[in-house]
């Protein structure tokens, strides 16, 4: 099992879409892109 | 999808490790400049498909991969110049059809109204770009919202990006808002006014501190990460 799997288990959870689309207006504007819309786990790994 | 002068921005979150995508456009021509295209590269059409947009020039902030890895792939099907400033060429050896090797101040124009000007922001990388609009600024992997790119991977250099980040916050309006490169922070884009609040990067009075804290924990020199293996699991249906 990946970190990213063993993440989403531990979570009780599917491994979930990390695709979304959303439109920048400012931070209290964002769209969320019904095309895209899903759900993700933030990354376990930053640059 | 912010619209300031004629100019839009739109961002779309791509991929594994939270990457924002940017199309920088002009309205009235619909042309627009894509920062950072990675991941996939059919998605990325689409959405250019469905904004109704013709992708006039590919802008990268830097070369690692998961900024770039679907160049390639969108220069199957489009002919359009790819920007990458010249010491980040010379430090990665990137290498794609119509690379533009660029120099700091140069500009790119997309339609009527919309200027892009390359801004040389090393510490992440070497020859990290930062892309100034008119009120905005595309920071890539140098600055994200409450947060700032990592130093210790190979080309990193924490004093180098202490210099960067205060040339930004000092020489840019505080109004500026600034697109980060990845998802990190609580809101997808922040103000450079905000940012001197609320970043812990941006509120350290000395180099020495600013180096231990973005240090702290981190190796010099270490590798890029290999991308997930389970990434395409995630492929959109």
């Known amino acids: 099992m ?13 491994l979930r879409r990390n695709w979304r689309g959303m439109a920048v207006g400012g931070a209290s ?16 790994i930053t640059f | 999808m912010s619209d300031n002068h004629g100019t839009f921005v739109h961002q779309l979150l791509l991929g594994p490790w939270d990457n924002f995508i940017y199309f920088i456009g ?4 619909r042309k627009v400049a894509i920062v950072d295209p990675a ?33 390639e792939d969108l220069l199957g099907t489009l002919d359009v110049p790819v920007h990458m400033l010249a010491p980040e060429v010379e430090f ?7 690379l533009q090797v660029s120099k700091p101040g140069d500009r ?13 922001t090393p510490g992440h990388t070497p020859g990290s770009c930062s892309y100034r609009l008119r009120d905005g600024i595309v920071t890539g992997d140098t600055l994200f919202v409450n947060g700032c790119g990592r130093c210790d991977f190979v080309g990193g250099e924490p004093q180098t990006m202490y210099a960067t980040l205060k040339s ?14 990845h998802n990190y922070g609580p809101t ?43 990434w395409a699991l995630s492929t959109p249906t």
């Open chain 1, 2 to 14: 990946t970190t990213r799997a063993a993440v989403a288990h531990a979570a009780n959870k599917p």
């Open chain 2, 168 to 181: 930004l916050v000092e020489g840019l309006p505080a109004q500026t808002i600034m697109y980060p490169g």
């Open chain 2, 92 to 98: 990665s050896g990137f290498r794609c059809e119509n």
């Open chain 2, 108 to 120: 790119v124009r997309v339609g009527e109204h919309l200027e892009i000007t390359m801004m040389h």
């Open chain 2, 26 to 29: 002009d309205r009235p021509s």
């Open chain 2, 39 to 71: 991941w996939h590269a059919p998605t990325i059409l689409a959405e250019a498909e469905r904004l109704d947009v013709e992708i006039a020039a590919i802008l990268c902030t830097h070369s690692h991969f998961d900024h770039v890895n679907a160049v």
């Open chain 1, 29 to 44: 504007e964002i769209e969320i892109d019904p095309m895209h819309e899903g759900w993700s786990i933030r990354s376990l």
């Open chain 2, 188 to 230: 997808p884009t922040a103000t450079l006014d905000a940012q001197l609040r609320e970043n812990p990067y941006l509120r350290h009075p000395t180099v020495a501190d600013f180096v231990a804290h973005r240090m702290d924990g981190k190796t010099p020199n270490t590798p890029l990460p290999p991308a997930p293996a389970d």
